[in-house]
């Protein structure tokens, strides 16, 4: 199996901040990685997909980086509704694997 | 606008079973592949399985194998999860996702688009 290692695993900011999530494979996925946001009590949310593509609808101060095994996930001026649980997941091959989460909490 | 509503969990002894369902709207369900994916309490997402669109090509995670079976009937637009042989692990809100391909030039790249609400099961005596 593809191990998914996040870090941090939480994190506090302010509005306004520029954030940094990164999310590490444990070989190489080449693009194939995805990023979800989940808010308490919600289904998860797809943000990016294939490292770097935002979603439809998805705000543009989210971007997504990276290739191989080394990639971020990067909100670049937090609003309220960013502060969620935030979620790598590799689609290299099954089993389908996730980061552990970052936890991203208001300062 | 595209649905996925999951039914069917519950409490459940250990050793016991379920059926889990999803019941798809808004999109064309017999085109897409589907998959489940379960959040223990507190904890991360796990993938648990994968079938294809035509339901030929299934895939499980080692944790459920043997035990789960995931099926769909695409005249129904509903997706199902049978889960045998319950145990206190397997305590989870179970969610279905759509799942999305996009050609990239190198191949395809995989995403799971729209997901449900999802179900609670819990395994308990």
Do not use: H
């Given at each position: 199996d593809i191990q998914m290692t996040q870090s941090p695993s939480s994190l506090s900011a302010s509005v306004g901040d520029r954030v940094t999530i990164t999310c590490r494979a444990?070989?190489?996925?080449?693009?194939y990685l995805n990023w979800y946001q989940q808010k308490p009590g919600k289904a998860p949310r797809l943000l990016?997909?294939?490292?770097?593509i935002l979603q439809s609808?998805?705000?543009?101060r989210f971007s997504g980086s990276g290739s191989g095994t080394d990639f971020t996930l990067t909100i670049s001026s937090l609003q309220p509704e960013d502060f969620a649980s935030y979620y790598c997941q590799q689609?290299?091959?099954?089993?389908?694997t996730f980061g552990q989460g970052t936890k991203l909490e208001i300062k | 606008e595209v649905r996925l509503v999951e039914s069917g969990g519950g409490l459940v002894q250990p050793g016991g079973s379920l059926t889990l369902s999803c019941i798809s709207s808004?999109?064309?369900?017999?085109?897409y592949e589907m998959n489940w994916v379960r959040q223990a309490p507190g904890k991360g997402l796990e993938w648990v399985s994968y079938i294809s669109s035509s339901g030929t090509n299934i895939d499980y995670a080692d944790s459920v194998k043997g035990r789960f079976m995931i099926s769909r009937d695409n005249a129904k637009n509903s997706l199902f999860l049978q889960m045998n042989?319950?145990?206190?692990?397997?305590t989870a809100v179970y969610f279905c996702a759509r799942d999305k391909s996009y050609f990239d030039g190198d191949g395809y790249q995989y995403y799971f688009d729209f997901w449900g609400q999802g179900t609670l099961v819990t395994v308990s005596s």
């Amino acid at each position: 199996d593809i191990q998914m290692t996040q870090s941090p695993s939480s994190l506090s900011a302010s509005v306004g901040d520029r954030v940094t999530i990164t999310c590490r494979a444990g070989q190489t996925i080449s693009t194939y990685l995805n990023w979800y946001q989940q808010k308490p009590g919600k289904a998860p949310r797809l943000l990016i997909y294939a490292a770097s593509i935002l979603q439809s609808g998805v705000p543009s101060r989210f971007s997504g980086s990276g290739s191989g095994t080394d990639f971020t996930l990067t909100i670049s001026s937090l609003q309220p509704e960013d502060f969620a649980s935030y979620y790598c997941q590799q689609s290299y091959g099954t089993p389908y694997t996730f980061g552990q989460g970052t936890k991203l909490e208001i300062k | 606008e595209v649905r996925l509503v999951e039914s069917g969990g519950g409490l459940v002894q250990p050793g016991g079973s379920l059926t889990l369902s999803c019941i798809s709207s808004g999109f064309t369900f017999s085109s897409y592949e589907m998959n489940w994916v379960r959040q223990a309490p507190g904890k991360g997402l796990e993938w648990v399985s994968y079938i294809s669109s035509s339901g030929t090509n299934i895939d499980y995670a080692d944790s459920v194998k043997g035990r789960f079976m995931i099926s769909r009937d695409n005249a129904k637009n509903s997706l199902f999860l049978q889960m045998n042989n319950l145990r206190a692990e397997d305590t989870a809100v179970y969610f279905c996702a759509r799942d999305k391909s996009y050609f990239d030039g190198d191949g395809y790249q995989y995403y799971f688009d729209f997901w449900g609400q999802g179900t609670l099961v819990t395994v308990s005596s």
